[in-house]
């Protein structure tokens, strides 16, 4: 037998270790579930460290609203294979007790709102981390997130002050109101996680395939027509065979052209492509720091 | 050869300026494995900056302020492939003020790429971070001088780096060393062979991370099983399953073996091994597994597992060195909480046995007081036993952490010798 494990087994194996770890420290933990692959990646890694047993974290999902019905399908089945509990936090309901003020304007989006949804959903339920599917390589802010990453009792990140994180002695300790966010795939590319997926053989929602959909073409983007995107002048509306890179919010989850219908193609179209994942988010145009800002504020 | 791909963890190491965000940059941008938009952006920022080049530092210092004071603060982690590796870098500040996060990046790198500026050659920061990746026992060191392009690429310049780097790296524990004079602005030596520096016959240094073997740096000898969590399972399908989730970090187990439960040294059998892809029948460092045994012991998150044959020592008291890491002072007599494995136990500094003088790399006897950023040999008197190995040996079981119980911060990490 040859005692070594191959950088996926690898990486497979330091989450498991995170989320196992996340599983001792805290006491009441949630996964945040977006419904895009990288939280999918997550909830499968959660189910094999947890084995023969159940998950023992809680999915939340914050919604701003704005989702794919397709994304939401997806959630409810999973939900119901894995018999893992799911609570939802609305933005809809931050509105409505007006802790959140509705963006303005032709390129209003609920990104920021979401933030302060998640803050309040996490002190309603009593979580006191929340995993996430967040990636080292997937922004440049992210680049410098630890695997156990320190939130204030406002649910602020200082990426000034962060402690020291060693070998994996990872330090949970917290005050009381604090919280942690934890990053079990932070090693991982985007190329990974589609190599997991085809080895694995992960399900994901359909919109991460090829197929033909109404979209607008605004500028250098291509998004999803739908009722809550707000129209403007220059929009072109054009009949597209597209695929999501990155699932979210509906008015700001760009969409690329492309034929992929399986993972294998996914990958494949992946390695020839020269932009970065992210590069279609219309919440990162808004500034060079927009990241950093958002997670500054409490966001995922 | 049949290979399959491994991962290679790097760091960078050095002073201030001395180039480690230009370099890694360079070796992203020359392996082609920056995305084009992200190459735009950094070039926009760079001509606002009035450069007339890219300012390849861009791509790894990415916070507001690390862009608006020109320096790194905290580790950025990159990632990048080739045909047999998977890279993970950890670019990491040279200020003296971050050694905390320097020491973070540091502490899980096969390899640190020290950098030298070829003007300034070896000082104190040189000094101290080389000192630090031969107690973090990184196996290898790639030593950069950098610049070489304000030395007009002199070889007298490199060759005097090369014997004052090596006088005092002498006294440190690094199994392999190697030299590279490399201009990370202009490209030389990084992923491309220099033209202008004719005289070196060395690899690149993208050449010399491809070939790095790592393959003998997991301790396939000691089996450890620190128990993450028990798990019970008694619904469905699963009847009365009770095992033990954790990592292993050294050694190889299979289903029979004997095993015994520290602390309590209870013996029992291990009766199946839980692992990523269902049971399996021997498991081996570092996988994440649960392990059922045949007989129902009392275990918790903390203890354990070993083979009767094969024991670490038990300890009530001991000595390491401990790098100090938070900006909080130590406090003399104050107890912190001692974090090892998955264990933690009350822990109290008895003494001060030496602090190194990063000058001379000297030992100063006479000191009594611990500052940010020391690097001591202290002794800790423990509030209960615990299992260790040396850390040269299992890195482990011979290594901990040191938090303050009342800003939960932590104050320093310790490797046991
Ligand atoms: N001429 C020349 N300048 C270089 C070279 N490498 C880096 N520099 C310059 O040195 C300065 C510092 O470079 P950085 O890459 O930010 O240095 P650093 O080591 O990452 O600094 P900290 O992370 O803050 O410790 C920048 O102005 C670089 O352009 C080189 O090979 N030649
Ligand atoms: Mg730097």
Same mark, same amino acid.
């Given at each position: 037998?040859?005692?070594?494990?191959?950088?996926?087994?690898?990486?497979?194996?330091?989450a498991v270790f995170v989320l196992r770890e996340t599983f001792?420290?805290?006491?009441?933990?949630?996964?945040?579930?977006?419904?895009?692959?990288?939280?999918?990646?997550v909830?499968?890694l959660a189910?094999k460290a947890f084995?023969?047993?159940?998950?023992?974290f809680?999915?939340?999902?914050?919604?701003?609203?704005?989702?794919?019905?397709?994304?939401?399908?997806?959630?409810?089945?999973?939900?119901?294979?894995?018999?893992?509990?799911?609570?939802?936090?609305?933005?809809?309901?931050?509105?409505?007790?007006?802790?959140?003020?509705?963006?303005?304007?032709?390129?209003?989006?609920?990104?920021?709102?979401?933030?302060?949804?998640?803050?309040?959903?996490?002190?309603?339920?009593?979580?006191?981390?929340?995993i996430?599917?967040?990636?080292?390589?997937?922004?440049?802010?992210?680049?410098?997130?630890?695997?156990?990453?320190?939130?204030?009792?406002?649910?602020?990140?200082?990426?000034?002050?962060?402690?020291?994180?060693?070998?994996?002695?990872?330090?949970?300790?917290?005050?009381?109101?604090?919280?942690?966010?934890i990053?079990p795939?932070?090693?991982?590319?985007?190329?990974?996680?589609?190599?997991?997926?085809?080895?694995?053989?992960?399900?994901?929602?359909?919109?991460?395939?090829?197929?033909?959909?109404?979209?607008?073409?605004?500028?250098?983007?291509?998004?999803?027509?739908?009722?809550?995107?707000?129209?403007?002048?220059?929009?072109?509306?054009?009949?597209?065979?597209?695929?999501?890179?990155?699932?979210?919010?509906?008015?700001?989850?760009?969409?690329?052209?492309?034929?992929?219908?399986?993972?294998?193609?996914?990958?494949?179209?992946?390695?020839?492509?020269?932009?970065?994942?992210?590069?279609?988010?219309?919440?990162?145009?808004?500034?060079?720091?927009?990241?950093?800002?958002?997670?500054?504020?409490?966001?995922? | 050869?049949?290979?399959?791909?491994?991962?290679?963890?790097?760091?960078?190491?050095?002073?201030?300026?001395?180039?480690?965000?230009?370099?890694?940059?360079?070796?992203?941008?020359?392996?082609?494995?920056?995305?084009?938009?992200?190459?735009?952006?950094?070039?926009?920022?760079?001509?606002?900056?009035?450069?007339?080049?890219?300012?390849?530092?861009?791509?790894?210092?990415?916070?507001?302020?690390?862009?608006?004071?020109?320096?790194?603060?905290?580790?950025?982690?990159?990632?990048?492939?080739?045909?047999?590796?998977?890279?993970?870098?950890?670019?990491?500040?040279?200020?003296?003020?971050?050694?905390?996060?320097?020491?973070?990046?540091?502490?899980?790198?096969?390899?640190?790429?020290?950098?030298?500026?070829?003007?300034?050659?070896?000082?104190?920061?040189?000094?101290?971070?080389?000192?630090?990746?031969?107690?973090?026992?990184?196996?290898?060191?790639?030593?950069?001088? /950098?610049?070489?392009?304000?030395?007009?690429?002199?070889?007298?310049?490199?060759?005097?780096?090369?014997?004052?780097?090596?006088?005092?790296?002498?006294?440190?524990?690094?199994?392999?060393?190697?030299?590279?004079?490399?201009?990370?602005?202009?490209?030389?030596?990084?992923?491309?062979?220099?033209?202008?520096?004719?005289?070196?016959?060395?690899?690149?240094?993208?050449?010399?991370?491809?070939?790095?073997?790592?393959?003998?740096?997991?301790?396939?000898?000691?089996?450890?099983?620190?128990?993450?969590?028990?798990?019970?399972?008694?619904?469905?399908?699963?009847?009365?399953?009770?095992?033990?989730?954790?990592?292993?970090?050294?050694?190889?187990?299979?289903?029979?073996?004997?095993?015994?439960?520290?602390?309590?040294?209870?013996?029992?059998?291990?009766?199946?091994?839980?692992?990523?892809?269902?049971?399996?029948?021997?498991?081996?460092?570092?996988?994440?597994?649960?392990?059922?045994?045949?007989?129902?012991?009392?275990?918790?998150?903390?203890?354990?597992?070993?083979?009767?044959?094969?024991?670490?020592?038990?300890?009530?008291?001991?000595?390491?060195?401990?790098?100090?890491?938070?900006?909080?002072?130590?406090?003399?007599?104050?107890?912190?909480?001692?974090?090892?494995?998955? /264990?933690?136990?009350?822990?109290?500094?008895?003494?001060?046995?030496?602090?190194?003088?990063?000058?001379?790399?000297?030992?100063?006897?006479?000191?009594?007081?611990?500052?940010?950023?020391?690097?001591?040999?202290?002794?800790?008197?423990?509030?209960?036993?615990?299992?260790?190995?040396?850390?040269?040996? /299992?890195?482990?079981?011979?290594?901990?952490?040191?938090?303050?119980?009342?800003?939960?911060?932590?104050?320093?990490?310790?490797?046991?010798?």
């Amino acid at each position: 037998m040859n005692y070594r494990l191959n950088y996926l087994e690898e990486l497979e194996a330091e989450a498991v270790f995170v989320l196992r770890e996340t599983f001792a420290q805290f006491q009441n933990p949630c996964i945040l579930f977006s419904g895009g692959k990288d939280s999918i990646v997550v909830t499968h890694l959660a189910a094999k460290a947890f084995a023969p047993g159940p998950i023992p974290f809680t999915l939340l999902h914050i919604d701003t609203g704005h989702n794919f019905p397709e994304t939401i399908q997806f959630r409810d089945e999973l939900v119901e294979r894995l018999n893992v509990r799911l609570v939802v936090g609305k933005v809809e309901d931050s509105i409505k007790d007006h802790t959140v003020q509705e963006e303005l304007g032709p390129n209003a989006n609920r990104n920021r709102a979401q933030s302060i949804t998640l803050l309040e959903s996490m002190e309603s339920n009593g979580f006191d981390a929340a995993i996430g599917g967040g990636r080292r390589d997937e922004e440049k802010a992210r680049a410098k997130e630890r695997f156990f990453s320190h939130r204030d009792a406002f649910g602020q990140w200082d990426p000034k002050n962060q402690g020291p994180e060693i070998w994996h002695l990872y330090n949970g300790r917290k005050n009381q109101g604090e919280q942690f966010r934890i990053f079990p795939i932070s090693n991982w590319t985007e190329l990974d996680v589609w190599e997991y997926m085809l080895k694995e053989n992960i399900a994901l929602p359909s919109l991460y395939f090829t197929h033909d959909r109404p979209c607008v073409r605004r500028k250098e983007s291509i998004l999803a027509q739908s009722a809550y995107l707000i129209p403007h002048e220059s929009d072109k509306l054009v009949d597209l065979n597209i695929r999501f890179r990155t699932i979210g919010d509906m008015t700001i989850s760009g969409a690329m052209e492309s034929t992929a219908s399986t993972v294998a193609e996914i990958i494949a179209e992946l390695k020839e492509m020269n932009q970065s994942e992210r590069g279609n988010r219309a919440d990162d145009f808004r500034s060079e720091s927009s990241m950093e800002d958002r997670k500054k504020e409490g966001y995922f | 050869m049949a290979q399959t791909k491994d991962i290679l963890r790097f760091t960078t190491a050095g002073s201030v300026d001395d180039g480690k965000s230009t370099l890694i940059g360079r070796l992203l941008y020359d392996c082609k494995q920056i995305p084009q938009d992200q190459i735009d952006t950094v070039q926009r920022i760079s001509e606002r900056k009035g450069l007339t080049d890219i300012d390849l530092s861009l791509f790894t210092d990415g916070l507001k302020d690390e862009r608006a004071q020109g320096i790194t603060i905290d580790v950025a982690y990159r990632y990048f492939t080739t045909e047999n590796r998977k890279f993970i870098i950890a670019d990491t500040p040279g200020h003296l003020q971050y050694t905390r996060n320097m020491v973070t990046g540091a502490s899980t790198a096969n390899a640190a790429i020290i950098l030298i500026d070829a003007r300034k050659g070896v000082v104190e920061q040189t000094r101290r971070h080389s000192f630090i990746a031969s107690l973090l026992q990184i196996q290898h060191l790639i030593v950069c001088v /950098n610049k070489m392009d304000l030395v007009n690429y002199s070889k007298e310049a490199f060759e005097q780096i090369v014997s004052s780097f090596q006088d005092f790296s002498a006294k440190l524990a690094i199994v392999d060393v190697q030299f590279i004079p490399i201009s990370a602005l202009q490209g030389d030596n990084v992923v491309h062979r220099s033209e202008k520096i004719d005289w070196y016959q060395g690899a690149t240094l993208l050449h010399t991370l491809e070939n790095l073997s790592v393959a003998n740096e997991i301790n396939l000898i000691d089996f450890r099983f620190p128990v993450q969590h028990p798990v019970r399972v008694d619904q469905g399908s699963v009847q009365d399953y009770r095992a033990y989730a954790g990592r292993i970090e050294s050694g190889i187990v299979r289903v029979g073996d004997e095993v015994i439960v520290l602390p309590g040294n209870q013996g029992s059998k291990i009766k199946s091994i839980m692992g990523m892809n269902g049971p399996q029948e021997e498991a081996f460092a570092p996988q994440s597994i649960s392990l059922e045994l045949t007989d129902e012991l009392d275990i918790s998150r903390g203890n354990i597992l070993v083979k009767p044959n094969n024991q670490p020592e038990e300890v009530r008291q001991l000595s390491a060195m401990i790098c100090l890491m938070s900006s909080q002072a130590y406090i003399p007599g104050r107890k912190y909480i001692l974090r090892y494995t998955t /264990n933690e136990v009350k822990a109290l500094i008895k003494s001060i046995l030496y602090v190194y003088d990063m000058e001379s790399l000297k030992r100063d006897e006479e000191q009594t007081a611990l500052q940010t950023n020391d690097i001591a040999r202290v002794s800790l008197q423990l509030a209960g036993p615990i299992y260790i190995d040396e850390y040269c040996k /299992n890195k482990a079981t011979g290594s901990f952490i040191l938090i303050d119980e009342q800003s939960n911060q932590t104050l320093a990490v310790g490797m046991i010798s």
